[in-house]
């Protein structure tokens, strides 16, 4: 049975095949069914790793936000992908950290680089980019040179070799 079967075999409501040009098998589902089609893959369908987390900025086609899985299975030797469009406002999804704990990471980093929210993720915070950052990079409307990169580094930069002497201090 292929990845595809198994998937169909669920009976996720509004599920959708996609032709990907990559021949990955995708489906895409809405939001309503994304945690239902989660919790299969993780079950019945026996996908047991997610190789990746992800996002999407569409701008300024909405809805705007896209979410993207892609999951492993080494038992049946296949992979899937599945595709949910999100909110333009509010870019929210359901956590598969409590399925997949590894993917704990592949969401923070989706969270800080698109401003993809993840609904009951444990420890959904900044990533790559320093906690206050009110932007993410790779929206569309980040400008292509950064906002006072210069600037901001070197904030950065000075607070870090403060904590580092904090540190050195407190261990002498």
């Given at each position: 049975m292929t990845a595809?079967e198994?998937?169909k075999?669920?009976?996720?409501?509004?599920l959708?095949?996609l032709?990907?040009r990559?021949?990955l098998?995708?489906v895409?589902?809405?939001?309503?069914?994304l945690?239902?089609?989660l919790?299969?893959?993780?079950?019945?369908?026996g996908?047991?790793?997610?190789?990746?987390v992800?996002?999407?900025?569409h701008?300024?086609?909405?809805?705007?936000?896209?979410?993207i899985?892609?999951f492993?299975?080494m038992?049946?030797?296949?992979?899937?992908?599945?595709?949910?469009?999100?909110d333009?406002?509010e870019?929210?999804?359901?956590?598969?950290?409590?399925l997949?704990?590894?993917?704990?990471?592949?969401e923070?980093?989706c969270?800080?680089?698109?401003?993809?929210r993840?609904?009951?993720?444990?420890?959904?915070?900044r990533?790559?980019?320093?906690?206050?950052?009110?932007?993410?990079?790779?929206?569309k409307e980040?400008?292509?040179?950064?906002i006072?990169?210069d600037?901001?580094?070197r904030?950065w930069?000075?607070?870090?070799?403060?904590?580092a002497?904090?540190?050195?201090?407190?261990?002498?």
């Open positions: 595809l198994r998937v075999a669920l009976g996720v409501e509004g959708e095949v032709n990907e990559d021949g098998p995708t895409r589902v809405p939001l309503t069914s945690r239902g089609l919790e299969g893959l993780a079950g019945a369908c996908f047991e790793c997610p190789t990746l992800t996002g999407m900025d701008h300024p086609r909405s809805p705007r936000f896209e979410g899985w892609q492993l299975s038992a049946h030797k296949d992979r899937i992908r599945v595709r949910c469009m999100l333009d406002s870019p929210t999804a359901p956590t598969c950290t409590d997949w704990p590894g993917a704990a990471y592949m923070r980093e969270y800080d680089m698109f401003g993809i993840f609904e009951d993720h444990e420890n959904l915070r990533l790559l980019m320093p906690e206050g950052y009110g932007h993410f990079p790779l929206r980040f400008p292509h040179q950064g006072e990169p600037r901001l580094y904030e930069e000075r607070k870090r070799l403060e904590r002497r904090a540190a050195e201090e407190t261990q002498r």
